[in-house]
C-alpha cells in the first residue's frame, strides 16, 4: 500500500520485505523524490534504503513485514524503515574479505545521520537515515504537516 498524505511531502510503502519486492520499492522511491524535484537524493537514498531492507529480509523473523516512509522537510530528506522484530542492528566493523555485515556502515557513510528507536511497547524498530536536501526555487514548496516530529532518540 502507498501512501500519500495531504502535505505530498511524505510518502509511506508498506510490504513484505521479500527480494522480488525490494526492487518495486526502490522504483517507488525513486519516483517519488523525482517528483518531489530532488533527484540528486534518488541515488544514495535508494541505494540506503535497499541495504536497511535486505537487513528486514535476512534478520527479522518469518514476518518481512515493513513500511518505508519518506519525509521530506525543507533542507533534509528522512528515510524509515519500521519493521516488528524488536532486536536493534549493530554497526559492525567487517574485515577486508568478508561477504556481510557492511550495511549499517554504508548507510552510515551516505547519510547525514542515522539510527534506530524502538517502538512503543517494544513491538519492533524503526532504523532511518538523513540527507540533507537540495534548497532552491525546485525544492521550495509547502511544508510537510509532519514538521512537529520529535528527532529520533539514538543517533549514528
Known sequence: MISHPSSSRHCAVEFQALPSRIGQV???I???????????LIDSAALAVT????NVHRHTGPDKHCTVELVLLWDRLTVSVRDHDPRLPELRTSGTWATSGR???LVAALSASWGVRVQRGGRG????FTLPAPVGPAADAAPSRAAG????ELTG
Open 30 to 40: 525513486s519516483a517519488q523524490l523525482h517528483s518531489w524535484k530532488v533527484d540528486p
Open 51 to 54: 541495504e536497511l531492507l535486505a
Open 149 to 152: 516530529r520529535g528527532e529520533p
Open 125 to 128: 524498530k524503526v532504523v532511518w
Open 103 to 105: 550495511g549499517l556502515a
Open 26 to 28: 526502490r522504483r517507488i
